[in-house]
């Protein structure tokens, strides 16, 4: 039988290429994307078995809508993957007063999964969260100031977007320890996840990175390893196997921060105080 999966920002890069790759495997595809001419675009780019459903994961309203549009449509959700995200963004605020990167790329992810766990219970369904190479480079946090510009810098802010991804998989993992979903955690290494668009780019415009990013399908192969592997856990992260940038998927560990209990435990309650969310 055929599964169903979400993928939050389907619409091009990363979750595009790995919506396509479920397709080819008979999954059903369901691409969450805030803008709906892009995802309408992605839908017929990738044919019957993708269906596009607006999810701007910035917006606590937008998800709430995503959350009963799914299921009223769709009973059993087999794989939630969480890729949507902002990459080195100036400081924005969002309408609802969240640093724009911490609203989509962590609080957008924390909310839906959570509103999400009745329905991937039904299928003993899957979570799996992107998290990034940046995340090791992320120390130690002071969440008093998460939305404020004080100390803000695109770079500091991404990396510590993506150590939050990653503790929050494992302390969900944990959570849910007792019920049939599972968690697991993949990053793509540095991918030119530009490659993946629905439309023809004729040139595609070169950068720093594009001299050493990888092949796409590259990228996407820790992820959809996450999402297929037996027995996936978040307690390690899918990534590249040569220096978590080139090769085959393997499993590695997160930022030493990700294991620090008393940590996770204070970024889950802050979150869920911010967010008037839990377990
Ligand atoms: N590329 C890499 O090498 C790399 C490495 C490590 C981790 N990652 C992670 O992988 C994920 C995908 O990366 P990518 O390179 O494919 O990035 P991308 O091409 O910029 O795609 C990001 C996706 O997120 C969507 N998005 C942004 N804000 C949203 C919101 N408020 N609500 C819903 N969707 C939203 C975008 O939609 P729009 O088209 O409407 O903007 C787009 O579909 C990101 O979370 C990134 O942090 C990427």
């Not at 609080?107 to 940046?134: C, D, K, P, W």
């Amino acid at each position: 039988m055929s599964k169903t999966a979400i993928i939050t920002g389907g619409n091009k890069g990363i979750g595009l290429a790995v919506a396509k790759d479920l397709i080819s495997k008979n999954y059903k595809v369901i691409i969450g994307c805030r803008d709906t001419s892009k995802g309408k675009m992605a839908e017929e780019y990738l044919g019957n078995n993708a269906h596009f459903l607006e999810l701007d994961l910035s917006k606590s309203a937008s998800v709430l809508q995503f959350v009963k549009q799914i299921n009223t449509h769709f009973s059993e959700i087999d794989v939630l993957y969480n890729n949507a995200g902002l990459i080195y963004r100036d400081f924005e605020l969002t309408e609802e007063g969240y640093e724009s990167m911490i609203s989509v790329n962590y609080f957008g992810a924390y909310r839906l999964a959570l509103m999400l766990l009745e329905n991937l219970h039904r299928s003993s369904g899957r979570i799996v969260q992107v998290t990034s190479l940046s995340m090791y480079l992320a120390r130690e946090f002071n969440l008093d100031l998460l939305h404020s510009k004080t100390g803000f810098s695109p770079s500091s802010r991404y990396n510590l977007t993506n150590l939050f991804r990653s503790m929050f998989a494992l302390e969900l993992e944990n959570k849910l320890k007792k019920t049939s979903i599972s968690v697991a955690t993949a990053h793509p290494g540095v991918t030119k996840s530009r490659q993946s668009r629905p439309y023809e780019v004729k040139k595609i415009k070169k950068s720093f990175y594009t001299y050493f990013s990888t092949n796409i399908q590259t990228g996407i192969a820790p992820i959809i390893q996450a999402i297929e592997a037996d027995n996936a856990s978040a307690e390690r992260v899918y990534a590249p196997k040569i220096f978590g940038f080139y090769g085959q998927p393997a499993t590695m560990q997160h930022n030493k921060l990700v294991y620090n209990e008393e940590l996770r435990n204070k970024l889950w309650t802050f979150t869920a105080n911010e967010l008037n969310l839990d377990l």
